[in-house]
């Protein structure tokens, strides 16, 4: 295990130990820093508003009696020591506190700091505490109000509580959801100095992190030759770096610009822009690839579910719709999201094909061109159509589905049959999974590609079309301006190219175009992302022994159940399984109390999940970097209820002891001994809510791991951002190639259609420019 998937966390006391907590202070360190008196102060909370961050953690995940806990199957559990030290332990330990603080401040949107800030600022004073906690924090004597780091867990409990459920209250109700969800997400994903975490123990889960012996793993870095990695640079080394690349590099009028010339620029490496950069490299043009995220190979990713995201994941993989109604996940990594996906390889339908086709009147889609396109994503990428050994939670959808008779269909995977890899979604370990950064990227820098990393693209370059034909372009796009993420670097990057090709992916494809100047109605607009909620069944392993396996292990993705409509045979929704790690798991679930959040996480080994996918009618909007807005529509909602339904049938159908969904609060249903009719009466009260910003007592927080249509292809400036070819109405030479060029939501992993798009586009690229 390479010490760099560890943090340096601070040097302190065990976890789950008996001694004597660390005292607040604004001396205290954060992150491993050395202490500096008021350097807490000055970038973190004050010490009172700590303080009331310590009283809300400590309700949340707090020590709890061997009585209280009781619930969690302390007879069933193989380590009861464990098992004890977690359920008595106190979560609010001033390391988690910090690095809550930490996540926070670097992570969260400025407006949702400064409101939980306000309120633990609040809840410090006692006028503050009466004001939001009411009646529940009076008591006898003087001064007959207490402060809400002085009430009894009890009342804390009930406070929060409260908090969650009322509808008036929903900007402390958003406020704690950031706090629950950056608090557990801390302390179920933070690493010892031997690798490991005490709670892991008691919730079963166990990371493999020795080297790896997978013959898959390549023996060097085979993107390497084809390297510049910027964060490595300073303003001396970088011009020479990338001459030894045989590009031509010069310094501006002033010295404050690197200037490259070639003939492509490709912004993204991802799933669309590894595509666009081997087959305009393999036409012969000189391409540079710009890529913000790092380069990993097997050997290099980590085993772990917070570095895992911190390193590949765009914001870290906490990226949340500007209202908190919906969480987003998408790569920032050499290879974007076909690092991190899992796997799924899955065609265009033929029904999108002919909708895009006819009805938004894309002509590439109803060509044989483009289902040969497919056909060659398939080849390059190494698709299999079967799995040797399906995971728990696969096994558990399979089975659900064979009972109910409903059809079960194998997920196609970039993967061999072989390919047991539960942690993919954080870059596969295997080296088996055959994404842009294994195949396509390898093609482009084999026929002379390079890939600047650590590299972000700031503006294009746009220029008036001094060409007047008829139909010319009001503008022309020479190429990008960009910058090293390397603070070490200050001079900018000036990238001129004959073809500028934009695939940063459907969340921050639009913002550059934006910021840029273009100024068609459809960029930012017209975003789908494919909204999911989960639903949740326990399989005991004493009594579904038959079921193999924990919800952490073995390949994530094998298996899809289509929710279909008995009146029109059209699909509604498609249900999945996910890849949840401890921190997710934890993060996602509703609280309820602290007694049930340590009941869930015990239980965290064999509670299986099942997404509810579906192919969104209704649409969002990216125009600023990072700030997507987004609503569930009514008749997506209608179908995720579909889903969800069917899921918790399927999970029952598998013999599932409990299930329940996500919803706010904690909606769940005990199995055993009920009839069918108690079971359709729990059915009937699945519901899809509105987010927790919202005005309902009720709430749920939606998910995304695709992201659409954001700088769609059109028939005509109305209609698009693009014109059929993928190139913008409004300048010569700019094309994209991602997944903001698909007309709408396809409702399937979406990596093959783009990849195949993008095909499409690039060798029409190739064709006009050779």
Request: with cysteine; hydrophobic share 40%.
């Amino acid at each position: 295990m390479k010490l760099t998937h560890i943090a340096p966390y601070l040097d302190i006391f065990p976890l789950f130990s008996d001694r004597q907590h660390l005292l607040f202070n604004n001396t205290l360190p954060i992150m491993g820093e050395k202490s500096d008196p008021g350097k807490f102060g000055r970038r973190g909370f004050t010490a009172a508003e700590m303080e009331s961050l310590a009283a809300v953690c400590d309700t949340i995940l707090p020590p709890l009696s061997p009585e209280d806990s009781a619930g969690g199957g302390e007879d069933d559990h193989p380590n009861k020591e464990a098992l004890r030290s977690f359920c008595s332990a106190s979560a609010s330990q001033p390391l988690f506190l910090h690095q809550t603080v930490e996540l926070m401040l670097k992570r969260g949107f400025i407006e949702a700091v400064l409101v939980v800030r306000l309120v633990l600022l609040l809840l410090s004073s006692r006028f503050g505490t009466l004001l939001l906690c009411g009646t529940h924090c009076l008591v006898p004597n003087w001064p007959f109000v207490e402060r809400f780091g002085s009430l009894s867990l009890e009342k804390r409990e009930r406070v929060l509580q409260k908090w969650f459920r009322n509808r008036l209250l929903f900007p402390i109700r958003v406020a704690f959801i950031f706090i629950k969800v950056i608090f557990l997400f801390c302390f179920f994903s933070w690493i010892g100095p031997n690798g490991d975490n005490p709670a892991w123990e008691a919730i079963q889960y166990q990371v493999k992190a020795e080297d790896n012996e997978s013959s898959y793993v390549p023996k060097e870095r085979p993107l390497e030759k084809g390297m510049v990695d910027t964060m490595k640079e300073t303003d001396s080394t970088l011009p020479e770096t990338i001459r030894q690349k045989e590009l031509g590099v010069t310094f501006g009028s002033k010295h404050d610009t690197i200037e490259i010339k070639c003939d492509a620029v490709i912004i993204g490496s991802g799933s669309g822009g590894g595509v666009a950069a081997a087959v305009l490299a393999n036409a012969g043009l000189k391409v540079v690839v710009l890529e913000k995220g790092s380069y990993f190979v097997s050997s290099e990713y980590s085993p772990f579910e917070g570095p895992g995201l911190s390193e590949l994941y765009e914001s870290g993989g906490i990226l949340p719709t500007v209202d908190g109604n919906l969480m987003i996940l998408a790569g920032a990594t050499v290879g974007g999201g076909s690092v991190v996906n899992y796997s799924a390889s899955i065609k265009t339908p033929e029904s999108v094909l002919r909708e895009w086709a006819e009805d938004h009147k894309i002509p590439l889609f109803g060509t044989q061109e483009y289902v040969s396109a497919m056909d060659v994503v398939w080849k390059r990428i190494s698709v299999t159509e079967k799995c040797r050994q399906e995971s728990f939670q696969n096994q558990v959808l399979r089975k659900g589905c064979l009972n109910l008779g409903l059809k079960v269909e194998n997920v196609p995977r970039n993967s061999s049959e072989n390919h047991c890899c539960g942690s993919c979604c954080y870059g596969c370990r295997q080296g088996d999974k055959q994404g842009s950064d294994r195949t396509w990227l390898l093609d482009a820098v084999n026929h002379g590609a390079i890939i600047l990393t650590g590299c972000k693209a700031e503006r294009l370059i746009l220029e008036k079309n001094m060409n007047r034909g008829v139909g010319a372009k009001k503008m022309k796009c020479s190429g990008v301006m960009a910058n090293s993420l390397n603070g070490n670097i200050s001079k900018k990057l000036h990238i001129e190219a004959k073809v500028t090709v934009v695939a940063c992916g459907a969340i921050s494809t639009p913002p550059l175009m934006i910021k840029s100047g273009l100024k068609n109605r459809n960029i930012g607009r017209n975003l789908h992302l494919h909204p999911v909620l989960m639903a949740w069944g326990y399989f005991p392993e004493k009594e579904t022994s038959d079921l193999k396996g924990s919800i952490y292990e073995g390949e994530i993705l094998t298996s899809i159940n289509k929710v279909v409509s008995y009146q029109d045979s059209e699909v509604r929704a498609i249900i999945e399984t996910p890849a949840l790690g401890p921190s997710s798991f934890a993060a996602v679930c509703p609280w309820i109390s602290g007694l049930d959040m340590k009941n869930r996480m015990i239980k965290y080994s064999r509670t299986a999940h099942l997404l509810t996918i579906v192919r969104d009618r209704g649409s969002g909007e990216i125009k600023t970097e990072g700030r997507v807005k987004y609503v569930v529509d009514k008749t997506d909602k209608e179908n995720i209820v579909a889903g969800l339904r069917q899921s918790l049938r399927i999970l029952i159908s598998a013999r599932a002891v409990e299930v329940g969904t996500h919803r706010s609060d904690g909606q769940r249903f005990k199995c055993k001994g009920m009839d069918e009719k108690a079971i359709e009466e729990f059915l009937d009260t699945v519901t899809a809510e509105d987010g927790a910003s919202s005005l309902t007592e009720k709430w749920a927080v939606y998910g995304s791991a695709h992201q659409m249509g954001s700088c769609r292809i059109g028939e005509n400036e109305e209609e698009g951002a693009l014109d059929p070819n993928g190139e913008s109405w409004e300048a010569e030479g700019l094309f994209v190639c991602d997944g903001s060029v698909l007309p709408s939501a396809i409702g399937v992993n979406p990596m093959i259609t783009i990849m195949a798009t993008s095909y499409g586009i690039s060798t029409g690229i190739a064709r006009r420019k050779s």
